[in-house]
């Protein structure tokens, strides 16, 4: 059985222990790099890029935060408003409670909470990228309808395969607006291998195609740096 690595390496951050040693893994290529967990995952808000604090002040609240990590959006916007956070790993989700963050652990492709309790649907880390069609995309995107009010909207982010180069686990795929990435998350310190992780990045345009048939309506896409990550704004 495949282990809780990442999040075990947040538990252990968190708490002084952790020795630097988690990576991402390609088996394919055999290419490993950092998996950055002080930067993705417990950086403070005050030391943000100035557009990253501007995009969380900006999330309305209720907020579901779909793959919550160690907490470090949903522990800044429930200083103002209602947050409910998951994630499919219980030790990401023991950081987070341990940061004073009421998660809990779930599959975000089957979301446990209420219909219409949310203004806004937080899917950070390029998690919607883990669909692995469009169907199940679309099916994705309608749970985040279900869940989000009328008024409604949800952030998604992925790389655009029409910009993203081939390190980090990234692959052309031969169908238009689609790319491929695959690794796993080692844990070398403490000898633990997270399972096989394999993303569907999709590129804005493909996104605006899923979105047909469900409420959403992608209104912004934003870009940050040269390799073709981007956030898609979507409302109902």
């Known amino acids: 059985m495949p282990d809780d690595a990442l999040g075990t390496a947040m ?3 968190l708490n002084g222990d952790y020795d630097g040693s988690c990576v991402h893994h390609d088996p394919q290529t055999g290419k490993r790099w950092d998996a950055n967990v002080e930067e993705f995952y417990f950086v403070p808000y005050d030391e943000w890029p100035a557009e990253t604090q501007a995009f969380v002040d900006g999330l309305r609240t209720p907020l579901v935060d779909v793959g919550c990590g160690a907490g470090n959006h949903a522990r800044v916007v429930q200083k103002r408003g209602d947050v409910v956070a998951f994630d499919a790993s219980p030790m990401a989700v023991r950081t987070a409670r341990a940061r004073g963050v009421d998660a809990f652990v779930a599959d975000m492709f089957a979301p446990p909470v209420a219909d219409d309790g949310f203004e806004t649907a ?5 998690q919607a990228t883990l669909a692995q069609s469009e169907a199940e995309l679309r099916d994705f995107l309608c749970e985040l309808a279900r869940v989000t009010t009328a008024t409604g909207e949800a952030w998604v982010d992925s790389y655009d395969p029409e910009r993203a180069d081939e390190s980090h ?5 031969d169908e238009p607006g689609i790319g491929s990435r695959q690794f796993r998350v080692e844990y070398r310190g403490r000898d633990l ?3 096989l992780l394999q993303f569907r990045t999709f590129s804005p345009e493909t996104l605006r195609d899923a979105c047909d048939g469900t409420p959403w309506t992608p209104t912004g896409v934003t870009y940050r740096g040269d390799v073709g990550y981007y956030k898609a704004r979507l409302r109902k």
């Open 122 to 126: 937080l899917v950070n880390g390029t």
């Open 193 to 195: 291998v997270g399972p």
């Open 11 to 13: 538990w252990d951050y």
């Open 169 to 173: 686990g990234h692959r052309r795929t």
